[in-house]
């Protein structure tokens, strides 16, 4: 699919939940609903969006549509490293389970294996941004990873650290080092998914490059098989699972201008509201949502720009 295509499928208004399907809807997360289909989920996402794990009161028309073909765009490639929870021939496939009636979701929708989730995000950082610039002021490193002494804003880290955290079903999740994170996973799930996360994000990087992109920090999920054999699962390398600067203007010691929700951040932290940070949300205003939803398209093509 290229952005032409991707463009002309994306809706007027957002779509905020999914109803009418023949399958049980077991979850609703802040963004994707998951239905049963037996052997596989369905996984559809919406027009949510959430900040400081607060769902906004109104959504980004086709942000779930983004989010879903760059998803997809990225597993072909993380294919090369590790398995992932995507069945053989992924198009067909969504479009048979969907049926004529509601194809119309088909380009926000993922059919995946049933994988038990690993308890833990992921996260490698390659520069200095976000949270790690905050703790690094206070601290000269990032959780158990210490850092040179005179570090800038945005700077790159000597390589990439990996910082994981806890999956918290409400509230915020908690930044945690890599030895909590063995004693969550045990150690031999935790240097395969280390090994893999730094992987991921290495060719993600390099991609990102390609299109003109700096891949700043990312998080990946994963899941297991009743074999216990390792999956990458949910999303990957979106706009809302990292952190992407344009290498055009580039400059340390200072905050970037990005193409994930950063924007919706920095206005949401503007408002009285972002003292507190508590749901619900206040609506975002219509230039807000233009042009957040012109930062995903933007992500997109430039992607789509890269060969295979």
Known sequence: MDIAQVRAQLPDTALMAVDGLPFPKIATGK?????????????????????????????????????????????????SIMPTHLPPDHAAAVLAALGPQHAHLAPRSMLVRKLRPLPVE??????????????????????????????LESSPL???????????????????????CAEILGAAIFEKVKTASLALYALGAHVAAQAGLILADTKFEFGTDASGDLFLIDEVLTPDSSRYWPQKGYVPGKSQPSFDKQFVRDWLEAQPWGKTKKAPGPALPSEVVAH????????????LAVPL
């Open 158 to 180: 000597p390589s990439p650290v990996f910082t994981p955290s806890t999956k918290a079903v409400e509230g915020h999740d908690e930044n945690i080092t890599g030895a909590r």
């Open 31 to 79: 963004v994707r609903e998951i239905f049963d289909l037996g052997d596989h989920l369905l996984i559809i996402a919406t027009d949510r969006l959430s900040a400081f794990d607060v769902v906004m009161p109104n959504g980004v028309p086709g942000k779930g549509v983004l989010l879903t073909q760059i998803s997809l765009w990225w597993f072909t490639r993380a294919a």
């Open 292 to 303: 957040t939803r012109e930062l995903y398209l933007d992500a997109l093509a430039q992607l």
């Open 122 to 151: 992921a996260i490698v950082r390659g520069y200095l941004a976000g949270s790690g610039w905050k703790e690094y002021k206070k601290t000269g490193a990032i959780l158990d990873h210490v850092l040179p002494a005179g570090l």
